[in-house]
Nanobody, 115 residues
Framework: VQLAESGGGLVRPGGSLRLSCAAS????????MGWYRQAPGKQRELVAR???????LYVEPVKGRSAISMNNNKNTVYLEMNSLRPEDTAVYYC??????????WGRGIQVTVSS
């Protein structure tokens, strides 16, 4: 399964963006899709996860200004972020976990928040 992220780039502080991630295959059961990020010199960290049962998890730094959504028919997950801050600058990675617990990762997409 290949995951393809899109929608990153340079955004001014206070701005918004929408990241998309599409899985290359259909017909398998997705348990969770989510987004992680890795800032320079830091470890990869969770941003948000969307579970098949409808539960959604956000980490505190992005809570209230982010929205994750999933299109099950298209095996696609989106992340909308508002009120972006310089500390949101990172490479954002899409993650998928299937029912067997297998993890898949995208190649990552750069998001830079700067004036």
């Amino acid at each position: 399964v290949q995951l393809a992220e899109s929608g990153g780039g340079l955004v001014r502080p206070g701005g918004s963006l929408r990241l998309s991630c599409a899985a290359s295959e259909r017909g398998f059961s997705i348990s969770v899709m989510g987004w992680y990020r890795q800032a320079p010199g830091k470890q990869r960290e969770l941003v948000a996860r969307s579970f098949r049962g409808g539960q959604i998890l956000y980490v505190e730094p992005v809570k209230g200004r982010s929205a994750i959504s999933m299109n099950n028919n298209k095996n696609t997950v989106y992340l909308e972020m508002n009120s972006l801050r310089p500390e949101d600058t990172a490479v954002y990675y899409c993650n998928l976990e299937d029912d067997a617990g297998r993890q898949y990762w995208g190649r990552g997409i750069q998001v830079t928040v700067s004036s």
